[in-house]
């Protein structure tokens, strides 16, 4: 499997998961009405290009401007995902973005991060 690229829908976000300069984002809107079906594929992506990769240095973003209950479980099994890559030595980065004013993105995200030992920031746009 090479690079993941989903463009964006009404209910789905954009993916663009670039294996070979590291950068992996999400973003924006996510209430698919599969949200495992949709998300099961970035974790497989995730799943097997981390472990074939292993030396390579990653950086995932998520950007998300609003995300559904479904949605919000798929996210934590692919933060599981980067934290358990990180926890066997793989060289991940986590940035996750929120609009300046949008408290509840932010909060999610302090919230998902917390626990993970991998690398994280919480940044505003």
Do not use: C, R
């Amino acid at each position: 499997m090479n690079n993941l690229i989903i463009e964006k829908s009404k209910t789905k976000p954009y993916v663009n998961f670039d294996l070979e300069s590291g950068i992996l984002e999400v973003g924006g809107e996510s209430y698919p009405e599969n949200a495992i079906e949709f998300y099961k594929t970035l974790q497989d992506w995730l799943n097997e290009n981390l472990i074939a990769n292993k030396d390579k240095e990653f950086e995932f973003s998520f950007k998300m401007v609003y995300f559904n209950t479904s949605s919000s479980k798929a996210i934590l099994d692919i933060l599981d995902i980067l934290e358990k890559h990180h926890k066997n030595g793989g060289k991940i980065k986590l940035n996750w973005y929120y609009e300046e004013d949008d408290e509840d993105i932010q909060e999610s995200g302090e919230e998902f991060v917390e626990g993970l030992t991998l690398p994280h920031k919480i940044l505003s746009y």
